[in-house]
């Protein structure tokens, strides 16, 4: 679809004339109901609705870590937002402009985020006297004018639901399931989106319960109509279709982009992949994706534990298998001793941490980015390891592959970090050509003549030689080994040798990393440096205080160690230099470690992403 | 195994490595050692296709004296690591190395589960009842009041029988034997590797140094006729110096009684079921203790269901079968895709 064809694909098919059609260059809106209400879908459905038109979008969504917690609770409220706009977002936005709250509960914990003068739609029915009482409130909100400085939209959303599918035969439970489709209807319909695609995607979701499928159907065809057949809504809303680069695109998460990435790093090196892992919030998409793709050279094994997870990807690749891991920061520190073993043996490994909210079991569905100086120093003994991170969903695919790259090219374990907020989060990913994709060379050894075990390269990585092959017998452990042969050594002078080589080997890393883009004046007041998923928030609050004249760049950081040679030099153009990160300074204890420089530190650790204006208020400090 | 003829005869010594056997003189390790050296080359399976993982302990320096592919990996894991290489390359024979603290304390948790999955590894258990390379704590299989640098007043934690975790844990196949009879040992390591699935087999292992005499009532050859139960399939459980002796059922409780005294006669003895579809007959003689009963040594249990390597390579067929292999620009425009011009 061309971005003009879907412009006009947007129009208003029957819509009432009399309605006004308000013009927008970017839209907030924020879903919450229960746990149990199919928010995430209808969430991700609206996302797949606006993409399909043409537009760029960011989304967050935002559970709790119990799977169905009792209803009408508010630690059971489950949200997605999602941003889509004329121009390219980076992030879920701050504040929604519309909030959608199945329940009173819902309202309850979401409305202080809504700008002053948004959009309030509630589903009425829902505000009942008992889920008033469960949500804490004494008097019903919708009745004594404390919404006020909001625009209220009370529609029955159980009743008028119940009513649209009454001759359907589906049980009330049933009935009741099919809310969110009315909900998304509504939301399609203010939003001028057209209703027969969505009507498709229904039915092939549902492709296995046809009565399911139509009732979904009837659901979201009732609210679609209630916006066009009621004059409750005098505006309805538009927004301009964004300019993206041309393209096959399709909605991917995190975890589902690094899933493809990993397909990709075997397909390009003819290595069969295999994943060892054991289930953990949230990173287990990943296992789920490549658990369905047997056709490929891809191997799953859910472990019996994380330890089992990772010492089966050792394994794997000891037996000449791409072996990897996936786990999320408690799952990290149990693998802790298997990466030192990873390290010893100097075999290629990839680790993902999807990090979470820590410590302990912390917060399993919330966001933080606190486990950077476990990845680079968590375990015993001189013991490096790379670690890159990804900066948003799509840029997961490309973080795999040069996951891999590393690992194979040095014969090393790295550690690929990414976060709750990507993994789930979906964003539009551009289908790359596979023939455009980095081919990562990989050659086992085969020759017997003159071979030592631990013998190096000019990056100084050992060969990989896989079992099966005659005259390269070996064996590799744990314990220091011999500088050349491998044998165990406990000579001193070898031991301060080999501590040596590990380390030069992983800073080597360095000179292979591509030079940092620079976003912004080339020196001036202030430098903002990221890693990981803040990136969305730091370049819209970059952008919007260089927009306003100040005196500000940017650079943000996918290899974390090494850091890129470049960086200390860039460091030093600036006058000051601020790091945004979910942790008390973890970035920044590195960075003034490593260049003896002042950092400006900005924290945040409560399991949400930054704000833009929470980044954009610190750079006008400074600029 | 019709690669016979192509592979050139190897013998013992193709298998000992080159590195010094660093084990105390006179650990019950060597005679192991010497018994595996012996049976490689007698598999017809080429020496580059083995492969030895061990954890941390005394027998799990056993892969460095193996001229054979091998780790020496972390404490209890070696399993973990062993199963991974085995479902990377089903083609391999994956021996696990352990020990009674590496396989039943720290990694109990494998050690049960390679079990239950029946995936294709041959686990040799070195059971010497204590804990060595840290100088002599008592260990899961330590007796109940042994006194060590732990349990100066005795140990009160009860230990448990390897043979019946592996039994509990679903093991295929379940062995016993001694260090002190190399025959035997030589025999039921050989049933071991030809096993498909998951192979366990208990060696009772002296540790000259922190538990030295730890099996001889069992082992020495002097007492050990009466004090072991050689098993054999489809044999009554027949032992003792005079083959007299024999365990006869008195309801779902073993006796031991003596052939040709109050009319017992070999027809009135268990008979060794090593096939039997459920582990109930093997677990019942994994309860046998010294010195109320004889400690019962050999095959315990031996059935053939498919692996885990095997299913495995199995889902991987049909998934092509039905769905073609894999292509990577399939895979990357499949779901819900939408074009920008």
């Known amino acids: 679809m061309s971005v003009t064809q879907a412009a006009e694909e947007a129009g208003e098919p029957g819509r009432a004339p009399s309605r006004l059609v308000e013009e927008l260059e970017s839209v907030v809106i924020r879903f919450v109901g229960d746990s149990g209400d199919g928010i995430q879908l209808t969430g991700t459905e609206f996302s797949r609705a606006v993409a399909k038109a043409g537009h760029d979008f960011a989304t967050h969504p935002d559970y709790p870590s119990e799977i169905r917690a009792p209803t009408g609770t508010l630690f059971g409220v489950s949200g997605y937002q999602i941003q889509f706009a004329a121009r390219q977002v980076f992030t879920s936005g701050d504040a929604p402009d519309v909030l959608v709250a199945m329940n009173p509960a819902a309202l309850k914990t979401n409305l202080s985020d809504v700008k002053r003068g948004g959009i309030v739609i509630v589903n009425s029915g829902a ?23 909001f625009r209220l939209y009370q529609i029955d959303i159980s009743e008028l639901t119940a009513h649209a599918l009454k001759e359907t035969g589906l049980s009330k439970k049933e009935i009741g399931r099919c809310k969110n489709y009315y909900a998304l209807g509504l939301m399609l319909a203010l939003y001028s989106r057209p209703l027969e695609k969505e009507e498709e995607d229904v039915r092939r979701k549902f492709a296995k319960k046809p009565e399911i499928a139509e009732a979904n159907v009837l659901a979201l065809r009732a609210g679609y109509a209630y916006v066009d057949s009621t004059e409750m809504f005098v505006t309805s809303y538009k927004v301009r279709t964004a300019k993206i680069a041309p393209g096959t695109y399709r909605s991917l998460t995190g975890n589902h982009a690094a899933a493809l990435g990993f397909v990709a790093a075997s397909e390009r090196s003819g290595v069969p992949l295999f994943l060892g892992s054991y289930p953990i919030t949230p990173a287990t998409d990943i296992l789920h994706e490549l658990s369905a793709l047997k056709h490929f050279d891809i191997a799953t094994f859910q472990a019996e534990d994380e330890i089992a997870g990772i010492c089966s990807a050792i394994g794997a690749a000891y037996g000449g298998a791409l072996g990897m891991t996936t786990t999320s920061g408690p799952g990290m520190a149990l693998k802790t001793e298997a990466l030192g073993l990873a390290v010893m043996l100097e075999l290629p490994l990839v680790v993902v941490n999807v990090q979470r909210g820590g410590p302990s079991t912390g917060l399993p569905t919330k966001i933080e980015q606190s486990d950077l100086l476990q990845a680079l120093y968590g375990r015993n003994g001189e013991c490096p390891i790379p670690v890159i991170a990804a900066n948003s969903p799509a840029d997961c695919f490309d973080c795999a592959i040069e996951a891999f790259r590393i690992a194979v090219k040095y014969m090393t374990p790295v550690i690929f970090l990414s976060d709750g907020g990507i993994g789930n989060a979906a964003e539009p990913w551009r289908v790359p050509d596979p023939e455009s994709l980095p081919k990562l060379e990989v050659r086992f050894r085969t020759d017997p003549e003159g ?19 005659p005259g390269l017998e070996h064996r590799i452990g744990g314990l220091e080994k011999d500088f050349l042969t491998g044998d165990i050594s406990h000579d001193p002078a070898n031991h301060q040798r080999m501590v040596e080589v590990r380390a030069a080997k992983v800073e080597g890393i360095a000179k292979d990393i591509p030079p940092l883009e620079v976003d912004g004046p080339d020196d001036g007041d202030l430098l903002v440096v990221g890693w990981g998923s803040t990136y969305g928030s730091i370049v819209q609050a970059c952008e919007q205080a260089a927009a306003e004249g100040r005196s500000v760049a940017r650079v943000h950081l996918r290899h974390l160690n090494p850091l890129p040679p470049d960086l200390g030099g860039i460091l030093k153009r600036y006058k000051r230099v601020l790091v945004p990160e979910m942790n008390l300074g973890q970035l920044s204890r590195l960075l003034r470690e490593r260049y003896l420089i002042d950092v400006i530190q900005l924290s945040k650790v409560q399991g949400k992403p930054f704000k833009v204006s929470e980044i954009y208020d610190r750079i006008i400090d400074f600029s | 195994m019709t690669s016979m003829t192509a592979t050139p005869t190897l013998t013992k010594k193709d298998f000992e ?3 010094d056997v660093r084990w105390c003189p006179g650990c019950g390790d060597y005679a192991v050692l010497a018994q595996m050296q012996k049976l490689m080359p007698t598999l017809g399976i080429p020496r580059e296709n083995f492969a030895f993982i061990s954890g941390i302990g005394c027998s799990s320096r056993f892969p460095y004296y193996m001229e054979t592919y091998g780790m020496h990996s972390i404490h209890g894991r070696a399993p973990a690591i062993a199963t991974g290489l085995k479902l990377a390359r089903p083609e391999l024979s994956v021996w696990v190395v352990t020990g009674d603290g590496d396989a039943l304390a720290i990694g109990g948790n494998h050690f049960i589960h390679a079990m239950r999955r029946n995936i294709g590894l041959k686990i040799i258990l070195l059971n010497n009842r204590i804990y060595g390379l840290t100088k002599g704590q008592y260990s899961p299989t330590s007796e109940l009041g042994k006194k060590t640098k732990t349990t100066p007043l005795g140990s009160i934690d009860r230990p448990f029988s390897p043979v019946a975790v592996a039994l509990g844990a679903g093991a295929t196949f379940v062995a016993r034997t001694t260090d002190a009879d190399q025959a035997h040992m030589g025999s039921v390591l050989k049933r071991a590797a030809e096993h498909e699935g998951t192979a366990f087999v208990e060696i009772f292992q002296n540790c000259i140094v922190f538990n030295d005499g730890a099996f001889a009532a069992i082992t020495d050859k002097s007492v050990r006729d009466d004090a072991r139960l050689l098993l054999e399939h489809g044999k009554p459980l027949v032992f003792g110096k005079n083959k007299d002796k024999g365990i006869r059922l008195r309801g779902l409780e073993p006796e ?3 052939i040709g005294e109050d009319g017992v006669s070999v027809s009135d003895l268990v008979v060794h079921d090593e096939a039997s579809e459920h582990s109930g007959a093997a677990f019942f003689l994994s309860q046998f203790d010294a010195p109320r009963l004889p400690v019962p040594l050999g095959v315990f249990r031996a059935v053939s269901t498919p692996t885990y ?8 067929a049909d998934a092509r079968a039905s769905r073609g292999r894999g292509d990577l620009a399939a895979l990357f425009n499949s779901g819900d895709l939408w074009t920008i011009t």
């Open chain 1, 127 to 149: 505000f009942t006297d008992g889920n008033l009482a469960k949500a804490g409130y004494k008097a019903n909100p919708l009745e004594d004018g404390s919404l006020g400085d």
């Open chain 2, 309 to 316: 390597e095997g299913m495995n390579t199995q889902l991987h």
């Open chain 2, 256 to 258: 031991v009684v003596t």
């Open chain 1, 451 to 469: 071979f030592q075990v631990y013998a190096r390269d000019a990056n100084l990585a050992r060969a990989w030689v896989r079992p099966g092959t």
């Open chain 2, 17 to 19: 490595s080159d590195q």
